[in-house]
Each structure stands twice: as structure tokens, then as C-alpha cells.
């Protein structure tokens, strides 16, 4: 196979040589587990307290807020269901933005078969969460307010400091989808005055199918798992040693590297869009307007077919999406462009590049050359 150029990190990073290191003996002779008295089962459990105390570090939070889970999905779930059940006597009212993942989409429109009321606050053209609308949506009975730090599809990144100020005064619960911020800006839960927050390992480098989830100290959860108590009872299940490791030494790199990292990808990502507005003057930038995490670029041509631009690229070597990367597969026009109010012409002709750790200038000067090949034919 000719060499391939890859770049969909908001689908999925490659692991940390580092991470896989020191995940390996995880999954050769150090296999206790962590809940065991034994030596074997306290080798696990300290790597798992290390890891926690990593992640704790990170966010600038107590280790025992830091809950491990099976992904930003489970994180995303567990928040959302996990309060909306433990304080519905509160009030059966949930705000979440209408361009959320769909971990937290669904889980909230789940919650109308047991009579919650969940309604999406609207967004901007520029795919910015609407302050004054979400303002005017806010009732005495509201429970829960769940909005991301950073979109995946576009990389927009949204109001949260202002919106945890707003639930604070109302004493309404906040929830921060961070999976697409972590590693890209700085995450700060104290800051933003949220009360829960979701991350995910192996969009920084770490293992697939782990997670955490960020839960300030005084606030209950009913949990989703029910079994051995672990996780304080949050998320029962025998942990998933060898990835939570991964995940520690992910937030290490991050919290080393992240800043440096970002602003090379900045330059990297303005540079690529600077040339395809010169190379293809009707190309939509989504988002531009607005601050956006430093990797994410998603951009359309108008009348254009984005899955066959994808698939097309796909065969000259070049990983990227069209809309978003997790719901791949499915062939429904993305619901972040449609909630921006984007013409469905438009919506059809976008491809979404994400770069990385490993994105170069000649990668992107090669996907340029690739873009003006398939779209002169
Ligand atoms: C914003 C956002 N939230 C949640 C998820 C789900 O995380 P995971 O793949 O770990 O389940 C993703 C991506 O997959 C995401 O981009």
C-alpha cells in the first residue's frame, strides 16, 4: 500500500509509543485485579491511583472526583441519566445545545420516556451556542444543562465559562462534554464552574474504550452500571486496568505537551485554509469567525458530494470525514451544519480535516494537491 497521510484525529489518534509501554505489562504478568487485597491485586490498584491522580492533575481536581469509565460515551451517559435520576425531584426540565455528540443527544432524548422534558439550545450561524436563547430557555424546573467545550465536527468552542455561571446562580447542574477539547485547550472544571465533565482516552493518544468522568465532590449520581461497587459505587465493573493506565500517561503528555503542540497546529491549520480559499474561492469555512480548537478544519463545497470527495481521497492515500467521524456509516447529513443553518447543498459538500502529532507541512501541501485533483474532475 502507498503511503498513507492521516488525518481524522478528531475520529481517533494513534497510541503514544509511551502509552502502549507502559500499558503492556498490564496485559502480560501484571494482570490483578484492582479490587483484589492480594499483592497482585494492589500492583493494579496503584497504577489505577496513579493514573487517577494523572488525571486528576490534569483538570485541576481532587483524584476522588475522577471516575472511570468505558469511554467518553459511558462518561457522557453516566452524567446526563446519572443526574437527570438522582435529582428529579428537583425539577424534569433538561437543556442540552443541539449540537452535541450523540452520547449526549441520545441519552438525554432518552430520558423523555420517563417524563423529562428535553429541549436543544439553538446555535449561531458560527456553530456558538446561543446565550440569549439559552437564557430565555431556562425555567424554575431545569435540572440539567449539558454542553460540549469544543464541537468535533467543527471545532467551534463554546461559552462554558458563561454558561456554568448562569447554572451556578440557579443552582441547575452543569455538564461539559470535553472529549474534543482535552489536549486542545486548557480544561479547567473549577473555572468553568461545571459539575460534571466527560473525557476520552484515545482522542489524546490513550487506548479506545477508556474514559473518565469529572464529578465535583458533594454531587451524587445514580449510577447506569449496578454490581461490585467499584469506581465508589459510580461504575461498577472490574477495571479496565491496562487502559486507564493508558489513559494516565495520555494526560501526562498532555499536560507536558499540549500548549507547544497547539500552536504548531494552529499555524498548520490557518495555513491549509488560507490556500483553499485561494485554490477554491466558493469553499465554505464552517466556523471561521469564531474561536476554534487549533486542529479541526471542516469545510464544504457547495453542489459538491463530500462522501464521494471522502472516498475519493480515501483511494489517493488521505484519512479524512465528512461531518462526524463517530456516527461514520451512517449516511445522514451532519446535524451540527443543519443546527448552524447551513444550506443542505452545502451541508452535502463538507469534508472535515483533522490534524495531529504527526501532521506535517507536506501532508497538508500533498492533501492541497489532492483536493484541486479531485475536484477538477
Ligand atoms: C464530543 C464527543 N463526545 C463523545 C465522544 C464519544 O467518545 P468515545 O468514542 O470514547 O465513546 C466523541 C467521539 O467519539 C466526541 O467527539
Sequence with gaps: MHRRIYLDYNATTPLLPEVLEAMRPFLGDRFGNASSVHWEG??????VDEAREAVAALLGVEPREVVFTSGGTEADNLAVQGIARQYARRGRHIL???IEHPAVLEAAKALRHEGFRVELIPVTADGVVDLDRFQEMLRPDTVLVSVMAANNETGVIQPVEAIGGLCREREIFFHVDAVQAIGKLSVEPRRWGCDLLSLSAHKIYGPKGVGALYVRQGVDLTPI?????QERGRRSGTENVPGIVGLGVACRYVAERGVAEAERLAKLRDHLEGELRQAFPDVWIHGQRVPRVPNTSMFSFPGAD???LMIRLDLEGFAV???SACSSGRLEPSHVLQAMGVPP???QGSLRVSLGRDTTWDDLAALLRALRQVRAV
Excluded at 494492589?42 to 497504577?47: C, P, R
Aim: proline share 0%; net charge negative; no cysteine.
Design 225 to 229: 452500571l449496578y454490581g461490585g461497587f
Design 42 to 47: 494492589q500492583v493494579a490498584k496503584q497504577a
Design 96 to 98: 442540552v445545545s443541539a
Design 306 to 308: 463530500g462522501e464521494a
Design 345 to 347: 447543498e452545502v451541508v
Design 321 to 323: 470525514s465528512t461531518g
